[in-house]
């Protein structure tokens, strides 16, 4: 039996071909600047962003603390969504890397705009932390997949200036929210003053994360970045899939998001499912099961005993993510068997097997 795994965008394998290009990179030592297919991406990147510079990292995670350590130093306080993946996701990095405090805020599905953001920047006192960034984060991912409008990323970014803040995107799926959102890269480039984007979820490499911004930002990040342990040699072969991704891989996201309408279209005829969203804008699918189902982890094994791997969220939380190694003939089979384990029951199960966030 084929397993579909829906745990995550992370979990696609690299192809054939994405292999072969890797393995036939060209490739020198980045950290003294001799990568020839690491510099072509990062041109290719900063080109495609309307931007100076931009150099890869290993992770989101490390991008967006380079990111953060690049406009902040300790004793700074960035403001974020209370769901973003900085300030929960990343083991408490903004304390533990560069001594930024984090203030949370809230705003529907995860999103931030100038009216969230208002007064909450402190006042210049011996008293206060220095507010010094705002991070948003597109698409959401907590927030379900959901894509900023172009005017709020406008608006938000306006508004930092006018209050001496910088701002940066974490665009861990900022490409699911380009091809969804009808914007372009130069769009986005235009509203932060730096921009982190993966390629390891939707884009479908194996690692590889880049940083976007300035020139003398991103100067300041690849200092930071060997300081945070990402200085890495013949990376040309990471570069090499990213370069391939972004030929090959980004249109295609619109499958990704279509089958993920298709699966949440057929959720909610269910009854043991709620709050399936109206609009799934990309490729991220949340719903909470009902109470007298079982839980979120139960659901999970339920599923898994059928081949198909889903993300406990914890409590009755679910998350489904489709990807590129979900076929078409694949949404069909989770909606079954969704069906057909809501309707069984899974509360009687044993509790096992602990999902990334469960409880
Ligand atoms: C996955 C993700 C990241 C980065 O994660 P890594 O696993 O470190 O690459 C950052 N932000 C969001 C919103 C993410 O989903």
């Keep these: 039996m084929r397993v579909i795994d829906l745990r995550s965008d992370t979990v696609t394998r690299p192809t054939m071909e994405m292999r072969r290009v890797m393995a036939e990179a060209e490739v020198g030592d980045d950290v003294m600047g001799e990568d020839p297919t690491v510099n072509a991406l990062e041109a290719r990147v900063a080109e495609l962003f309307g931007r100076e510079a931009a150099v890869v990292a290993c992770s989101g995670t490390q991008s967006n603390q380079m990111g953060v350590r690049v406009h902040c130093v300790p004793g700074d306080e960035l403001l974020i969504h209370e769901t973003g993946h900085i300030c929960n996701f990343e083991g408490g990095a903004p304390a533990a890397l560069s001594g930024v405090t984090v203030r949370t805020l809230t705003g529907p599905g995860g999103l931030l705009d100038t009216a969230d953001l208002e007064g909450r920047v402190r006042v210049n006192d011996q008293h206060f932390c220095r507010t010094r960034l705002v991070c948003l984060e597109n698409t959401t991912n907590l927030g379900g997949g959901r894509v900023y409008p172009l005017e709020v990323m406008e608006r938000v970014y306006a508004w930092t200036r006018e209050q001496g803040l910088k701002c940066h995107l974490d665009g861990a799926r900022l490409f699911n929210a380009i091809v969804a959102g009808g914007y372009s890269a130069k769009d986005v480039g235009r509203c932060f003053d730096t921009i982190s984007i993966c390629f390891s979820k939707g884009l479908g490499c194996p690692f590889g994360s880049i940083l976007v911004g300035d020139g003398e930002d991103i100067r300041k990040a690849r200092r930071i970045r060997k300081l945070f342990g990402g200085g890495m040699r013949q990376s040309g072969i990471m570069a090499a899939a990213m370069l391939y991704s972004l030929e090959h891989h980004v249109a295609r996201l619109a499958e990704d998001h279509e089958h993920a309408r298709r699966i949440a279209a057929g959720l909610r ?26 839980t979120a982890v139960q659901f999970a094994g339920a599923m898994r005993e059928a081949g198909i791997l889903i993300g406990p969220m914890g409590g009755q939380r679910v998350r489904m993510v489709t990807h590129l190694d979900i076929a078409e003939a694949d949404v069909d089979r989770v909606v079954r068997t969704v069906g057909e384990c809501v309707e069984r029951g899974f509360r ?12």
Aim: glycine share 10%; proline share 8%; aromatic share 10%.
């Design 348 to 359: 009687d199960r044993p509790v096992q097997g602990k999902g990334p966030f469960s409880r």
């Design 269 to 294: 005829r269910f009854e043991g499912i709620l709050n399936v969203p109206e609009t799934v804008e990309t490729n991220l699918i949340f719903f909470d099961l009902a109470k007298e189902c079982g």
